[in-house]
């Protein structure tokens, strides 16, 4: 396996970022959405704390389940990136930035 350059690394460590960051707002809405029904419907102790409890097991099953989608999908979504391919020269352009030709 070749080594990667600092666009790659840099490209994965976003991905992961991006990853974390968007499975922990999906969780706490999920978590928001489950424990809802204990303010909004009256339920004895017990019944509010199976509802907590799963509205815990979702929350984690999302988080994961979202880190898993984003970065098992970041290799896919990487291959085809376009190049950077050089721009054809102007031939009315200097060759060099900051330089002229001399009859200009």
């Given at each position: 396996?070749?080594r990667?350059?600092?666009?790659?690394?840099?490209?994965m460590?976003?991905?992961?970022v991006?990853?974390?960051?968007?499975?922990a707002?999906?969780?706490?809405a999920?978590f928001?959405?489950?424990?809802?029904?204990?303010?909004?419907?009256?339920?004895?102790?017990?019944?509010?704390?199976?509802?907590?409890?799963?509205?815990?097991?979702?929350?984690?099953?999302?988080?994961?389940?979202r880190?898993?989608?984003?970065?098992?999908g970041?290799?896919?979504?990487?291959?085809?990136?376009?190049?950077?391919t050089?721009?054809?020269?102007?031939?009315?352009?200097?060759?060099q930035?900051?330089?002229t030709?001399?009859?200009?």
């Amino acid at each position: 396996m070749g080594r990667r350059s600092q666009e790659d690394r840099d490209a994965m460590t976003v991905e992961i970022v991006f990853a974390l960051v968007s499975g922990a707002a999906l969780a706490a809405a999920a978590f928001i959405a489950v424990a809802a029904t204990t303010v909004f419907l009256d339920l004895s102790r017990a019944a509010e704390r199976v509802v907590l409890l799963s509205g815990a097991v979702v929350t984690a099953v999302v988080f994961v389940a979202r880190i898993v989608d984003v970065l098992w999908g970041f290799p896919r979504r990487g291959r085809g990136r376009p190049t950077a391919t050089p721009r054809p020269q102007d031939p009315s352009q200097p060759s060099q930035p900051g330089r002229t030709r001399p009859d200009s």
